[in-house]
């Protein structure tokens, strides 16, 4: 193959490939215009995955984040006339030493007037607990289009949608982690979606430096308000055990502050079987679960703050209290 006849995606393997000396990071229109080549399906699959793995070696920057995502986001069909969403809630780790009580964090938002949509993904056979599955075992609805997740978000307050029934070619390159053994950008580039243009985001993560480049990827991209953890599991969900630190991006500012641990002491010990069913026996309670309880509370008392609904710490958390205390007996009530 002569030059003439080089693949026009090569040269972006090339910018991230070149080498020590030789390769560097992509700007804001790289990103975006390999992305866009990547979603339109223009380049071989050996491409993508090559092009993903050099990247992967290093990790993304914020610039390339944002231009990931500022592609895909353009291959999202938006239903007209979606409803206001207040929170975007993206779940894409899967829980394993505790249950997801993320989920009653959510919930308990959408119930008091803050509706949330809620975006992830599924994987078979690793032992964790994803949020589709508990909420099919918990009797609420996993949606499969944008459009059906309007139509929750208006009656409920609520809904869940997988990726791949918005964002398809963002859930292909995560798929590839079972052929090449690592995540990808493409995990970073899902968190980041924000399909219905919610004004805040809330955003979780396991690796402490992703905090750094989600929050710098939030500002390029303009974004209102992001609040990004490192989540129990890799959710975002306040771990009640120990001080938890929020960086947050706001229109071209950026500020981190950490939240302290809701116990004294050691940690709680992790459940011996997760038995999903008891999300609701402690939502109705029926069941008492002090470090189940104070996720929840913790986490929404994030949710609160990033919202606007309380100004400070403290105030965030007896906002949520009061939430949590107040709430509905009944899982499936509409908002």
Known sequence: MTAADEHPFAQY??????????????????????????IAGACAPEQVGAFFMLIRVREETAEELAGFVAAAREAIAVPANAPAVRIDWPSYAGKRRHLPWFLLAALLLARNGFPVLMHGIARGGDGRIYAPDALTRLGLPVCRSLAEACEGIRSAGFAYVPLDAFAPQVARIIELRSLLGLRSPANSVARMLNPLDAPVQLVGIFHPNYRDIHQQAALRLGRTHLAVLRGEGGEAERNPDVPCLVQSARRETESSEEWPAM???????????????RLAAVWRGDALDEYGEAAVVGTAAIALKALGAASAIPEAERAAQRLWDERPKSLLQAA
């Open 263 to 277: 116990f004294g002491g050691g940690r709680h010990l992790k459940d011996t079987v997760l038995q999903v069913e």
């Open 13 to 38: 393997i090339r910018i991230v490939g070149r080498g020590r000396h030789g390769s560097r990071a992509m700007t804001f229109d790289e990103a975006r215009a390999a992305m866009r080549m990547i």
